[in-house]
């Protein structure tokens, strides 16, 4: 299998094994619809073997440890079970020791399928397969997805509580995002645009530093998207809007805001003919400090209770249209998701300069009548971009700046930090 492929199971009670040059710790997790853990409970591993439908084995060193998923006892709400690796040795990467599972049938011990993720370096845990139920069908699926914090990185993406667990290394990548304290100001104290210097010429520059818990509240920080070009407030009166790097577009349209359901379509092509692109595309979500709330990608094809949903991995890029699209309900969206980047990775290692013709498109879902574009015309030789974010207004409408950013990340996770820094 190579990332993101998938096959259906024909068998209802599956083996995963996971292999190494060292000894690997593998566990695996329960997820609902909302890709979250229901308790610690549905944490399966070496000290919590067994749990409703899912177990673990312990190889003890000298054979793989193993995750077995009954799928005909998995209680009802659990979508998935994602198989886990860490290496044993605490602080230990996976460079050069790249993982091997092997999906088998339980009973009878025949081979399904077999992954290795590709191409590891600083990861420390990783992803490595997902069992899953969609459309009444339980399918196994190839993810590959890299943590740098350990298997504690992993737990808390899911849900599960680690509050004596991770290690000096798991911890440590906690402190640099976290921002100081934000003041107690309620939001109506934000002005209009509270990420967007660029979008509203007005002079309130100092007040998104502020309301973001900058260190010191001078006009400094805000300065550089106050100077961004296309600063005029563009709408979506006059039809199809084209941005350039930096430019901004209000969704209003007759003098309302678009409050509906959107689409952003994202494509891509191979520069040489021949060879085939894997990318991934996502869309990370951001609450009003620049707290990550979640992230919609390939292996995770819905959040924020539905109002974000992906429409699956493609592995090639080739064919005509939108290679990937991340449908947005913009009304449906909680009222703490103020802000959504949409970026692209090549999980494969593929850089950007070996891409052409990549965009995004936003698309009204209802008429399919495309609203806004912009076509990415640089290429640097890295393996991330962020393409667009669209951010909530203090008066309810949304806007959304092109942004064409390129930064070193492989996986979603990786553009978290940048794409925050990015609003």
């Known amino acids: 299998m190579t990332p993101g492929s998938n096959l ?18 593998v566990s695996g997790l329960l997820l609902a619809a909302d890709g979250k853990v229901r308790s610690d409970a549905d944490f399966i591993f070496y000290n919590q073997p067994t749990g409703p439908g899912v177990s673990h084995r312990s190889g003890g060193g000298s054979t793989p440890d193993s995750i077995t998923v009954d799928t005909g006892a998995v209680p009802p709400g659990i979508e998935r079970i994602v198989v886990t690796a860490s290496p044993d040795a605490a602080g ?9 599972a092997t999906v088998r049938d339980a009973v009878g011990g025949a081979v399904i399928a077999t992954f290795t993720p590709p191409q590891l370096g600083a990861e420390t845990a990783l992803v490595v397969v997902e069992v899953y139920l969609r459309g009444g069908v339980w399918k196994v699926r190839a993810v590959g997805q890299g943590y740098a914090d350990g298997l504690a990185g992993i737990a808390t993406d899911f849900g599960v509580s680690v509050d004596e667990e991770p290690t000096p290394a798991a911890a440590a990548p906690a402190a640099p ?20 210097g660029g979008s509203t010429p007005t002079p309130a520059a100092p007040a998104p530093a502020q309301a973001w818990g900058a260190p010191t509240p001078t006009p400094a920080p805000a300065a550089p998207p106050a100077a961004a070009p296309g600063a005029g407030k563009i709408n979506l009166d006059k039809g199809r809007v084209n941005l350039q790097k930096n430019q901004t577009v209000s969704l209003v349209k007759g003098g309302r805001p678009l409050l509906s359901q959107v689409k952003m379509g994202l494509g891509w092509e191979p520069a040489f003919r021949g060879r085939d692109i894997d990318l991934d595309a996502s869309v990370i979500a951001y609450g009003p400090q620049r707290n ?40 449906r969206l909680p009222a703490e998701a103020t802000g959504l980047v949409f970026t692209v990775n090549s999980f494969s290692g593929q850089k950007f300069s070996e891409v052409a013709k990549a965009y995004c498109r936003l698309i009204d879902a209802a008429s399919g009548e495309e609203l806004v574009r912009f076509d990415l015309t640089g290429a640097e030789p890295q393996t991330g971009v962020m393409m667009a974010k669209l951010i909530k207004q203090f008066s309810g409408e949304w806007e959304m700046t092109a942004i064409g950013d390129f930064v070193k990340s492989r996986t979603v996770r990786g553009m978290v930090k940048p794409a925050s820094q990015a609003l």
């Open 8 to 25: 259906p199971l024909n068998t209802v009670r599956v083996t995963v094994d996971v292999a190494a040059p060292v000894r690997l710790d």
């Open 177 to 196: 995002p976290a921002p100081p304290a934000p003041p107690a100001a309620p939001p109506t104290q934000y002005p209009p645009s509270p990420w967007l």
């Open 92 to 100: 230990q990467t996976f460079q050069g020791i790249e993982p091997t």
């Open 292 to 331: 990550h709330i979640d992230s919609c990608y390939f292996g995770k094809l819905s959040i924020l209770n539905g109002a974000v949903k992906h429409s699956g991995d493609n592995l090639t890029g080739e064919g005509s249209g939108d290679d990937e699209v991340i449908v947005v309900d913009l009304g």
